[in-house]
């Protein structure tokens, strides 16, 4: 696992309120169905930080994805201002 940020959905299952999504200032939220998918770019040990975050708020974690790698060796780019991105697919 490299320290440098990488693109990363959550799938978390529920939706999540704003109180529990104020948990997580550095993901964008999409409500996916049944599920919310959390996006976004995440260094090893903000993963680890969001992970036990969830896990402390009693979330039930579906699947964690890293959708790219590293920005510098991939040239991955992603914009959260985006109102919706082709990264997390309607099911």
Do not use: C, K
């Not at 799938?11 to 996006?39: K, M």
């Not at 699947?63 to 920005?71: E, I, K, L, S």
């Amino acid at each position: 696992m490299t320290a440098e940020p990488a693109l990363y959905t959550l799938r978390i299952e529920g939706h999540l309120g704003a109180t529990a999504l104020s948990a997580f200032p550095a993901l964008t939220a999409e409500r996916h169905a049944t599920q919310t998918v959390l996006v976004g770019m995440l260094d090893s040990s903000a993963l680890y930080g969001v992970l036990a975050q969830m896990e402390m708020l009693g979330l039930e974690l579906v699947a964690v994805t890293r959708v790219a790698g590293p920005a510098s060796a991939t040239g991955a780019h992603w914009n959260p201002a985006m109102p919706s991105h082709p990264l997390v697919d309607e099911p």
